[in-house]
Every structure is written in structure tokens, then in C-alpha cells.
């Protein structure tokens, strides 16, 4: 009854790896590596402590010596063992390892602690070839999702949605009427995996009207409208031919992320495209690169120094430089990935084209100054010019829970969507 347990018990385990992986995975990845060569040691390790343990549990005793020995096949006791009290012959148990001659022609028993270790590591090894290649396929996704569950700037997005109007009715109240007359039908946001608009839309309370990219091909798009395709942005053919005539007759589309090569290559790669490879998962320091365009309106305090979420995002490379626009750039970026750009655009048509290697939803912050670490409601009050009087108490309280950094660099990244919505709103409204 016992070998059975313990045998279905190691068969379970194996099947956890293969089927419910991303469970396995974020357990070791959350308290010790983060890399496909670690876990696939982390497996190997596993397997072969398994293998060993139930091996031992189910085939081995303990004899008088202390010795682990091996007892399939093997009816007599330790102490009275012969290779005639064995239902194998002498040779035959002798070539297994399992008894061994002294110098006196003897045979006595040999501690078998080796012999399983050996067939555990073989079995292992196995595993591992096997289970490799599947592992290697599917641990980007695996690796993506789990960090992309990493959410540290909760409170702060729903905050800054909060503060939102109040910050743009402080700088620019003429845009606060353009935003306050955006309709659900103006936005639409194309869901995705990896990234998640809608969330940042409906906590600072901008209507929006939320699709699948399967539904993109037949959706009826009209040129007055704003298409915010979410991260990894793989849409299908007829799909990107729909976006294309809709940019080409007028419409806005913005992207972000690994949308640059699933869904703006696939409209138009002669503008911009990616410069292969990824970034980290890192918070970079970006700043302003065209202070004349409306798209960076109010993103940042005088004295300010926002920090977008980099998520192994595809760096921009620029292809034709007299028609795209940088609008955020980064001297980080530049240094470690050879190309600045962090969001541009450029006309495409009757249209335009935004995108940005930063994610829409900003989950993590860098908090390294002592003025990033600094309270939120400071920040608030001293540098966002609000008045703390027009904040009830709840607000407040979730305040002193947040970092000044942040309420700063959550707050840029929404100020830059709503200033692309607000621009949207004002060529329509003027046509």
C-alpha cells in the first residue's frame, strides 16, 4: 500500500511540472532565481532528491551495520545472505552492485547510498531533456505572467485616478472640458494579456468601450475614434487591415510595448520598428525630448523626475527620422539599449500613430531618492499644486500609504494617455 502512495505521490509531482507549471514555477521564482538555466538546476535537483527518497522508502533497508541495502529480488535476510539464499544468481547480483567480494572470497553486502543515487541522476537527467524544450517554449509567458502579477502601484493608480481632473483643472482647465466630453464610443480599448488601459480609464473615471482582438477585424471603427491596443497587441490580419484604413481615413491608434511588432509593424514597419532584443524588467528615468507637443502637457513637475515601467518591452528603433516624432525619451535607454526613444509618433494618413515601449498600467516605481521615497501627500500639495482641502478624508488616508515617486510616475503615465485623449477630442471638435 505504501510503494503504491509513494509511487502515484512521485507521478503527481511530475505531473504538477507539466501541467500546472506556472504554479511550480512561481513558487521557487519568488524566493530564489529568475532564469530559465535556474529552474531547469531547481528541477533537475528536485527530480533527483524525489527519485532518491522514494527509491530508498520503497527498495532499501536498514542492516545491522547501518548500511542502506538493496532488497528487490532478494528473499533472505542481511545477516544470513548468501548468493544461494538469493533468487538471482551470485554473478548476477554481483554485476548489479548490490553485494561485492571481500579479499577473502567472501561476499558481503554494499551499502547501496551510490548505486541510488547514480540511477536518480540518470532519471533526472532524463526528465529534464525531455521536459527542456517544453519548459523553454512556454517560460517567457510563464516568466511574463507571473511578474505582470507584481503589482506594487495599486493604490497609487487608483489615486492619481482621483487626481486626475484635479491636476488638469489646476494647469489647463480648457482641457478638463475637452476630457469631461469623451464618450464611451471614443475609446476603444483592445484587451490583452500583458497590459491593461482599461483599468488605468476606469479608475480616473474616462469612458471606453473594451473589445477582443478577435472581434478587431469585423469591429466598424470610425475616424473620430481612439484605438488603445494593450500589450502583446497579436492581432490578426484582417484585423491590422482594419487599423490601417482606419489611421489612413483619420482615426488615432496607440500602442504600447510588444504591440510594436504584433500590431504597428503589421500596419506599417518603413516608420518604425523594434532594434531587436528586450529591455529588463526595470523602472527607467525618462524625460521630455519635444516639450512643444501637447502629448507631455502637465506630465511632470518642474522639478520633476518620472520614471516609466520597462517590461521586457521592445526598445524603438527609429527608421524614418524626419517623419517620427520623439516625444519621451531616456538617457538610460539610450545607454543600455542604443536607442533613446521611449514614446513617439508620427502621421500615418489622414491619422497618427503613438506608441510607447512603456506599459499603459505603470505596476512599479522607482523609489531611490529621498524625495521618491517622500510622502505622497506632500508631493500632492507641494509639487501637483492641489489643494489638500478638496480631498476627503479617505483619499487621504490611502495617501500616507503611498510614495511620493509613486503618486509621480504613475500619475505621468496617465497625464500622457489622458493629453492623447484630450488632443483626439479637440481635432474632432474642431472638424
Not at 533613446?340 to 531611490?368: C, D, P, R, W
Request: proline letters at 3%.
Amino acid at each position: 500500500m505504501l510503494a503504491i502512495f509513494l509511487k502515484l505521490s512521485y507521478l503527481f509531482s511530475i505531473i504538477l511540472v507539466f501541467f500546472i507549471f506556472p504554479i511550480y514555477y512561481q513558487l521557487f521564482f519568488s524566493f530564489f532565481f529568475d532564469s530559465f538555466w535556474s529552474l531547469l538546476l531547481i528541477l533537475f535537483t528536485s527530480f533527483t532528491a524525489g527519485y532518491y527518497i522514494i527509491y530508498k522508502l520503497l527498495y532499501t533497508y536498514v542492516d545491522n551495520a547501518g548500511r542502506i541495502v538493496i532488497f528487490e529480488n532478494i528473499s533472505a535476510s542481511p545477516e544470513n545472505y548468501s548468493a544461494h539464499s538469493s533468487e538471482e544468481s551470485a554473478n548476477s547480483v554481483l554485476s548489479r552492485g548490490i553485494i561485492e567480494q571481500n579479499p577473502f572470497g567472501a561476499l558481503q553486502i554494499q551499502d547501496a547510498r551510490k548505486h541510488i543515487l547514480k540511477k536518480a541522476l540518470r532519471f533526472a537527467l532524463l526528465l529534464i531533456l525531455l521536459l527542456g524544450p517544453i519548459l523553454y517554449h512556454f517560460y517567457e509567458d510563464f516568466h511574463y505572467s507571473q511578474l505582470s502579477n507584481q503589482d506594487i502601484n495599486k493604490d497609487a493608480i487608483k489615486t492619481v485616478g482621483h487626481l486626475l481632473r484635479l491636476a488638469i483643472e489646476k494647469s489647463s482647465p480648457d482641457d478638463l472640458k475637452y476630457l469631461d466630453a469623451v464618450k464611451k464610443d471614443d475609446i476603444i480599448v483592445v484587451a490583452g494579456a500583458y497590459d491593461k488601459v482599461e483599468e488605468v480609464l476606469e479608475k480616473a473615471h474616462i469612458p471606453f468601450t473594451l473589445i477582443n482582438p478577435v472581434h478587431l477585424a469585423d469591429f466598424k471603427l470610425k475616424p473620430s475614434q481612439i484605438v488603445m491596443v494593450n500589450c502583446p497587441g497579436d492581432i490578426s490580419t484582417m484585423g491590422a487591415l482594419n487599423l490601417k484604413k482606419f489611421i489612413e481615413d483619420g482615426g488615432y491608434l496607440f500602442t504600447t510595448d510588444w504591440a510594436l511588432m504584433y500590431t504597428v509593424n503589421r500596419i506599417s514597419s518603413e516608420y518604425i520598428t523594434a532594434s531587436g532584443g528586450k529591455t529588463k524588467n526595470e523602472v527607467i528615468p525618462i524625460e521630455t525630448a519635444d516639450k512643444t507637443s501637447e502629448f507631455v502637457k502637465g506630465i511632470s513637475a518642474s522639478n520633476g523626475t518620472p520614471s516609466w515601467w520597462e517590461f521586457f518591452s521592445f526598445p524603438i528603433k527609429i527608421i524614418d527620422k524626419d517623419k517620427v516624432n520623439i516625444i519621451i525619451k531616456s538617457d538610460r535607454m539610450k545607454k543600455n539599449y542604443d536607442n533613446e526613444a521611449v514614446a513617439v509618433n508620427y502621421k500615418f494618413g489622414k491619422g497618427m500613430i503613438i506608441h510607447t515601449a512603456a506599459h499603459f498600467y505603470q505596476q512599479q516605481s522607482a523609489l531611490i531618492t529621498s524625495r521618491q521615497r517622500g510622502p505622497a501627500l506632500d508631493y500632492v500639495k507641494d509639487e501637483m499644486k492641489i489643494d489638500l482641502a478638496r480631498l476627503d478624508n479617505s483619499w487621504k488616508e490611502t495617501l500616507k500609504n503611498i510614495k511620493a515617486g509613486q503618486i509621480e510616475d504613475t500619475y505621468s503615465v496617465l497625464r500622457f494617455i489622458a493629453n492623447v485623449i484630450i488632443a483626439k477630442k479637440k481635432v474632432n471638435m474642431a472638424n
